[in-house]
């Protein structure tokens, strides 16, 4: 079985909470708190086991609140490996407002680090034997919008793949710099990438004109409700939203990246794998707060939609 590898350079302790109303100065109290290992790529390895796969799972860690992560973390079947670093983990926090189905997620900035408590990571990639390395998520202050690129270069020249769910800067120095498996922006992250709007008919051939550019072999661009876009070089795939009741949008597009990683280290064409990818991220959206999807959900749902297709 293809070995996975994720990758969490901005993890986060996600807590999230219920409240009827959200105001301005008075206090707004909270119900339902749930709270949950997170950032990107700690959010794809919880799905990837949920699937019932294996990964392992590299991450920065430091003050009280990297503590605490490691110890959530600990209970979930993941090889898992902390790299120190000075500044604590950040802590997000997000609000689901029950009297108008609004969610308000707030999201800090996270940990500066130096380029020495970056090195073990570089070092420790460099000597990993994994044929896929996810790296999902923002990158920490002091972290330079090439890193990714780096690591890009690093896993390719081990013969692996790179998937990257990024955004901002160093989304642009990687689709402008690297030669990766798979990038999966939102359109949002697209749009800001070009410069421009799309529309959705857009979509598709801009995306496949960065696969052409070598960028990525696939690009995977998510619509939120109105689906999502697969471009290669030579193919374009347009799929419609899974519709199901809608109680969060947190972690869906690493639940998405880890559903297609998890379906093509099954030996899956990429085809079922971006389906697969879609009913993790809509699975993910009928859970509460930062949950996540369940396996019978993504399994249901991908049935449903393989049978609309």
């Known amino acids: 079985m293809p070995k996975i590898l994720c990758l969490a350079l901005n993890p986060a302790i996600d807590i999230s909470s219920d409240a009827e109303v959200v105001r301005h100065t008075h206090k707004t109290r909270t119900h339902n708190q749930q709270q949950f290992p997170g950032g990107g790529g700690i959010n794809v390895a919880r799905v990837i086991v949920t699937l019932g796969g294996t990964c392992e799972l590299m991450f920065l860690s430091g003050g009280a609140t990297g503590e605490l992560l490691e110890a959530m973390l600990k209970p979930l079947p993941i090889v898992e490996r902390a790299f120190k670093i000075h500044d604590p983990v950040r802590v997000a926090f997000a609000v689901h407002e029950t009297s108008t189905n609004l969610e308000y997620r707030f999201v800090p900035e996270g940990p500066l680090v130096s380029e020495a408590e970056l090195a073990p990571v570089f070092e420790a990639i460099e000597t990993s034997d994994a044929d896929y390395v996810v790296a999902s998520g923002s990158l920490p202050r002091g972290a330079p919008d090439d890193t990714y690129v780096r690591l890009a270069e690093i896993v390719a020249k081990a013969g ?3 998937v990257l769910d990024t955004s901002g800067a160093p989304l642009a120095e990687a689709l402008s710099k690297s030669k990766m498996f798979l990038v999966k922006p939102s359109l ?4 800001a990438f070009l410069g421009r709007k799309l529309s959705h008919d857009e979509v598709g051939a801009a995306a496949q004109a960065y696969a052409r550019s070598g960028a990525a072999q696939y690009i995977a661009v998510t619509l939120g409700g109105d689906g999502a876009v697969l471009a290669s070089a030579d193919q374009i795939i347009r799929l419609p939203a899974i519709e199901v009741p809608v109680n969060s949008a947190t972690g869906a597009g690493d639940s998405f990246v880890a559903g297609m990683v998890w379906s093509l280290a099954q030996g899956n064409t ?15 959206v009928m859970t509460a707060g930062t949950e996540l999807c369940r396996r019978q959900d993504v399994s249901d749902l991908f049935e449903r939609a393989r049978a609309a297709v």
């Open 160 to 162: 692996a793949r790179f």
């Open 188 to 191: 949002g992250e697209f749009e």
């Open 270 to 284: 990429i085809e079922d794998a971006f389906l697969f990818g879609q009913a993790a991220g809509a699975a993910t």
